[in-house]
């Protein structure tokens, strides 16, 4: 089921300070979006108001043109949203398997979810450390298991904060061929990150947040070279 995310005009203050002022951004179905910008820009924050874990002061969320503000996480995921955390949230002590079991058993169909583990395994290749704890993977293992536990639920919006940080340049070469065909599978991928030669390989479109505003929209080429994102970002990377 194709998946259109349309953030409007939102806002979210933190004592008095706005961590997201007036930020606007699309996600469309079969598209990678990136979403980049210095730390504390409010990605984060944007991802807690897009997946319900945070109600902002202004503004909407709409997915397919239906208004989703005032839903909790709950009821989004079951709209085919799902997310990842910056910080890790494996089960540590379930097995990669098992983690991707608890996923997909809470999806839309559980009588596949065992069938949607076993497919999960081969195409991210994590047949090998399948009974493997969560606890005792690498960092960049562990993100990759995350994105295995977002994808289980089967969603059709993906939301992935900071997904390769901690990757080797293997890892996030496989990982960068993974987004393109989760995205070829129809899916709206939003892709928080500051590895830019991820980002510009596999986004189709760019947003740039600083001091929770969007200071740029564009393709990878346009925001790379546009003066304001140099200044307040890419100079300093
Ligand atoms: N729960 C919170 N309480 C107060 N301030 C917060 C909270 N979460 C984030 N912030 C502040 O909001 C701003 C945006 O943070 P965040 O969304 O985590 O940025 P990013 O993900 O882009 O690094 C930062 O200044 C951060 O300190
Ligand atoms: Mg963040």
Do not use: W
């Not at 005009?9 to 210095?38: M, S, Y």
């Not at 596949?112 to 009974?131: E, H, T």
């Not at 939003?190 to 980002?199: A, G, P, R, S």
Request: net charge negative; charged share 25%; glycine share 10%.
């Amino acid at each position: 089921m194709p998946s259109q995310l349309e953030v409007e005009n939102v806002t979210v203050a933190f004592g008095g300070r706005r961590a997201l002022d007036g930020v606007d951004l699309r996600a469309e179905p079969g598209r990678v979006t990136g979403l980049i910008g210095p730390n504390g820009a409010g990605k984060s924050t944007l991802f807690d108001v897009i997946s319900g874990l945070r109600k902002p002061v202004n503004g909407s969320v709409a997915l397919d043109g239906r208004e989703i503000t005032k839903l909790g996480p709950a009821r989004r995921a079951r709209l085919g949203m799902s997310r990842t955390f910056q910080r890790l949230e494996l089960f540590g002590r379930l097995s990669v398997r098992d983690n991707l079991l608890v996923a997909a058993e809470m999806g839309p169909d559980r009588k596949v979810a065992s069938a949607v583990v076993d497919g999960l395994l081969d195409r991210l290749d994590l047949r090998a450390i399948a009974d493997t704890t969560a606890d005792a993977l690498s960092t960049g293992m562990g993100r990759l298991v995350e994105v295995g536990r977002a994808l289980a639920a089967r969603p059709s919006i993906l939301l992935l904060d900071e997904p390769a940080a901690g990757q080797d340049r293997e890892e996030t070469e496989r990982f960068s061929a993974l987004l393109r065909t989760v995205a070829d599978d129809g899916v709206a991928v939003l892709l928080v990150e500051h590895d830019m030669e991820l980002v510009m390989e596999v986004c189709d479109t760019v947003h740039v947040l600083d001091l929770g505003k969007i200071l740029s929209v564009g393709t990878p080429d346009e925001v790379r070279s546009d003066e304001r994102v140099i200044t307040a970002y890419l100079g300093a990377t």
